[in-house]
Nanobody
Framework: EVQLVESGGGLVQTGGSLTLSCTFSGFTTDDYYIGWVRQAPGKGREGLAC????????YYADSVKGRFTISSDNAKNTVYLQMNNLKPEDTAVYSC??????????????????????WGQGTQVTVSS
């Protein structure tokens, strides 16, 4: 059974930092990619960052480029999202999601165009002004 569990959310002041973790299990292939998304109240889901396990390539949305960093530790089956210089508009529920294998025509420059297979429950991040 595939599971993804997020942790590391919390309350932080503007300009502060947080590191989110996504620990996964049950994958049946080494060909996968994991993304972080967020959803703020009253807003749609936004894809933020993604990392491929096969070549460690990454993707960042413009809204977080230069502030957020995605990384992975395969020994710990964990993907991290380091978030710096947080702003009140970063307040949201953050979730990780995984896709096992690549869809036809997959392009890492637009990873959130494709459906992901598995989702975590999410972790709340609140940035106070």
């Amino acid at each position: 059974e595939v599971q993804l569990v997020e942790s590391g959310g919390g309350l932080v002041q503007t300009g502060g930092s947080l590191t989110l973790s996504c620990t996964f299990s049950g994958f049946t292939t080494d060909d996968y990619y994991i993304g972080w998304v967020r959803q703020a109240p009253g807003k749609g889901r936004e894809g933020l960052a993604c990392i491929s396990n096969t070549d460690s390539s990454t993707y960042y949305a413009d809204s977080v480029k230069g502030r957020f960093t995605i990384s992975s530790d395969n020994a710990k089956n964990t993907v991290y999202l380091q978030m710096n210089n947080l702003k009140p508009e970063d307040t949201a529920v953050y979730s990780c999601q995984a896709r096992l294998g690549r869809p036809t025509g997959f392009n890492m420059r637009i990873p959130f165009k494709y459906e992901f297979d598995y989702w975590g429950q999410g972790t709340q991040v609140t940035v106070s002004s």
